[in-house]
């Protein structure tokens, strides 16, 4: 998933995501483990890994998955031993990107990075080179037929929220990483049940772009960096209108 907003764009491509369901669960999987080695196996007190099964459930991953990957991040099964990594690199217009890799191999996720980058027209960039333009900020996306702007308000300022986007079809509400299960706790609390919820980069200015196809080679190289098998998330700072892309 990409952008500043991965809602947007996991509604443009769909069809892609569905397509790509066995890497969805594959990404999942991997934050349960991390989640419950950090945290312990009980959601009840590992508001993160509750959050994750909740992401589980909604992309229809099976049960049976979710506790194999909660078991080996609490040691009940064996497992690989995983690294998360972080890269920054350049993209098509100028655009800056930030790449989320878990890995059980730090050598074989910096070849295909580095390679995806140069084969769609990026560069990857030097460890801090980037960081600065973006904010480490909790995120949750929440469809807007499930409750009002007013009511959002109500709830999850007083948990921490700093802003709440009204996007049309969708709410995007950002807070400070600190505050973010605070704000988790207040939406289940209220009943509302956000259809993403994570610790997202966002970028502070956002680049324009207007040119077709400079837009269509953003799209390639963020697309090709979401099919590699170690890459979790995917950010950039480019705003451009989904009609480019036509």
Not at 32 to 45: E, M, N, V
Not at 209 to 220: E, G, L, M, R, Y
């Amino acid at each position: 998933m990409s952008g500043h907003s991965k809602w947007a764009t996991t509604k443009r491509h769909k069809a892609a995501v569905d397509a790509k369901r066995g890497k969805i669960f594959s990404a999942i999987s991997k934050d349960l483990t991390l989640a419950a080695k950090d945290g312990g196996g009980d959601p009840t007190t590992n508001a993160r890994l509750r959050m994750l099964i909740q992401k589980a459930k909604t992309a229809n991953m099976p049960a049976d998955n979710v506790e194999r990957a909660i078991k080996k991040g609490t040691g009940e099964l064996p497992g690989v031993v995983y690294e998360q990594l972080l890269y920054e690199g350049y993209g098509p217009g100028g655009i800056g990107i930030i790449v989320e890799v878990t890995t059980d191999n730090k050598n074989r996720a910096a070849s295909d990075v580095r390679s995806t980058f140069t084969r769609n027209g990026g560069n990857l960039a030097n460890p801090g080179a980037l960081q600065f333009t973006f904010t480490k900020q909790g995120q949750f996306t929440i469809s807007s037929d499930k409750v009002s702007e007013d009511k959002l308000m109500e709830v999850v300022l007083d948990a921490g929220a700093e802003d709440i986007k009204n996007n049309g079809d969708y709410f995007e509400i950002l807070c400070p990483v600190s505050c973010f299960n605070a704000v988790e706790e207040a939406l289940e609390k209220a009943g509302i049940e956000p259809d993403d919820a994570e610790l997202a980069w966002i970028p502070n200015n956002e680049v324009s772009i207007t040119d077709p196809d400079v837009a269509k080679k953003i799209t390639k190289l963020i697309d090709a960096l979401d099919d590699l098998e170690d890459v979790q998330n995917v950010y950039d700072n480019s705003d451009m209108d989904d009609s480019l892309l036509d």
